[in-house]
């Protein structure tokens, strides 16, 4: 290979070096610090904005109040929250230090306070917590979801599957090895010419 081409492999490299790393920094910020979340949890989450809500208790003497005495009630409860859904009592009883009836809905679980009829509904990516009276308190999302999608997808949800990662790892890949060769080429390079006027400087003389 010529100087020449040489010098032009290395220019598309470079530029190709140039392109990867900035279409993928922001998938790389992400999984690092996706990944910082699964190591240090406690640490992350500190950060994270949560719902602010009354806490379930606060209702227990006051007349909003429904206790729900029974698996019937929480899912009559339930089917106003989820109407068209395949009900059933799931075995989970206690839920944020409470007594509760879980009712799995499919995809989401209607989670109903045994002594006042609060209730969370509880979707893929987001807690919505609910007076006994059906007031909407407040929601928040579930971070420890949100960021374990994030991390093995790439992206929040299913839809677009793991291809969001996949390019990125692939992307990484070639971003490493374009990174090595740009490093190791003109290194290479100095050597291989100094090695020629060593190899010269006898016969000059």
């Given at each position: 290979?010529?100087?020449?081409?040489?010098?032009?492999?290395?220019r598309?490299?470079?530029?190709?070096h140039?392109?990867?790393?900035?279409?993928?920094l922001?998938w790389?910020?992400?999984?690092?610090?996706t990944?910082?979340?699964?190591?240090?949890?406690?640490?992350?989450?500190?950060y994270?904005?949560?719902?602010?809500?009354?806490?379930?208790e606060?209702?227990?003497?006051?007349?909003?109040a429904?206790?729900?005495?029974?698996?019937?009630?929480?899912?009559?409860?339930?089917?106003?929250?989820?109407?068209?859904?395949?009900?059933?009592i799931?075995?989970?009883?206690?839920?944020?230090?409470r007594e509760?009836?879980?009712?799995?809905?499919?995809?989401?679980?209607?989670i109903?306070?045994?002594?006042?009829g609060?209730v969370?509904?509880?979707?893929?990516?987001?807690?919505?917590?609910?007076?006994?009276?059906?007031?909407k308190?407040g929601?928040t999302?579930?971070w420890?979801?949100?960021?374990?999608?994030?991390?093995?997808?790439?992206?929040?949800g299913?839809?677009?599957?793991?291809?969001?990662a996949?390019?990125?790892?692939?992307?990484?890949?070639a971003?490493?090895?374009?990174?090595l060769?740009?490093?190791w080429?003109?290194?290479l390079?100095?050597?291989?010419?100094?090695?020629?006027?060593?190899?010269?400087?006898?016969?000059?003389?």
């Open positions: 290979m010529s100087r020449f081409e040489e010098w032009q492999v290395e598309s490299l470079r530029m190709l140039g392109w990867l790393g900035a279409l993928i922001p790389v910020v992400l999984a690092g610090l990944g910082l979340y699964l190591n240090h949890r406690s640490l992350v989450m500190d994270l904005p949560t719902g602010n809500w009354s806490a379930p606060a209702f227990a003497s006051t007349d909003v429904q206790p729900v005495p029974d698996a019937v009630a929480a899912i009559v409860l339930a089917a106003s929250y989820r109407p068209l859904a395949d009900l059933k799931d075995k989970d009883t206690s839920y944020q230090g509760v009836w879980t009712v799995d809905t499919g995809p989401d679980a209607v109903v306070d045994r002594a006042t609060f969370w509904l509880e979707e893929r990516y987001r807690i919505t917590a609910f007076a006994p009276n059906g007031t308190l929601s999302l579930r420890s979801r949100v960021l374990s999608s994030l991390h093995s997808r790439g992206w929040v299913t839809a677009l599957g793991r291809w969001p996949d390019i990125t790892a692939m992307a990484l890949v971003f490493g090895l374009s990174g060769v740009i490093f080429s003109p290194r390079r100095r050597r291989r010419n100094r090695k020629a006027r060593e190899r010269a400087a006898p016969a000059a003389r």
